[in-house]
């Protein structure tokens, strides 16, 4: 081979074998694309915005039209003010707290962990009934609470859990749409991961524990965000009658029920109640995004 056409040659095998692709979006193509994604961030960060402006508003600001999106002159008044009615209630604010606390922590415990193995079993084992149970819980998801609330009321009635923390903690580990979410989401775990763990000595226990749980935490993840939004925002007022067992959600809205005097606390009532469901999910959702960036099994 001569010089000219070995240089040739080599000349041509170090050329990268695949070319770069560049980008098809134009600068201005870009900009707009930023642009708009500022716009639908706005968009949906502006009810929250506005409530927690109002809640540091004056009266004489919040009567004002048209109204101004932020405080002109801010105040905690609204806030010192609903927690000064909260301490003249018979009932204190702290046990108020210590019954949404405990119901939203047992409540979303047990939902996570009854949900987690009902649908480890539907998802990686067949037996007589497997698909009929999960055509059932699927079916159930159509239904809403005020239709299945006549029927939940009488059986919570003959077991007795009537003004009790169990009549709202209990259907909590019932919620079909936990069940089917983890169900879902473990049928994409590889069965031969599961399998190697059976080879190694493990058994169905710490096959759930140490191999199912820790690989499907996106899931659970999510499904925490669901249950503490609806456990923490349930008033409870249909099954719970005594005044010392209610729930702080309840307590504020009838603070908020006061009336036009009271237009300011009610203003407070709703960042009281928004704060922690907001919190749990902007925890919930950094560890959805770094789990599903660092993982990605395949079998």
Known sequence: MSKKNKKTVEKEYRKPLVKKRKPNRSIAGDIFLYLFLVFV???MAFPIIYA????????????????????QNPTLDNFSDLFVTMGKSWVTFSRYLFNTVFITFVGTAGHLIVASMGAFVLAKYEFPGNALFFRIV??????TGYVTQIP??????KLGWIDSYWAIIIPAFASPMGLFLMKQFMEGLPTSLIEAAKIDGANEWKVFRSIVMPNVKPAWMTLIIFSVQGLWNNKAATYIYSEEK????????QIQAGGIARTGQGAAVLVVVMIVPIAIFI???SQILETMASS????
């Open 41 to 43: 961030a706005f968009v």
């Open 52 to 71: 927690v402006s109002s809640a540091l508003k004056p009266l004489d600001e919040l009567f004002k039209f048209p109204p101004k999106i932020f405080a």
């Open 138 to 143: 699927t079916v159930s998801m159509m239904f």
């Open 152 to 157: 939940n009321y009488m059986l919570l009635n």
């Open 246 to 253: 209610k729930t702080l959600v309840y307590a504020l809205q």
């Open 283 to 285: 925890f919930s959702e």
């Open 296 to 299: 990605g099994l395949k079998d």
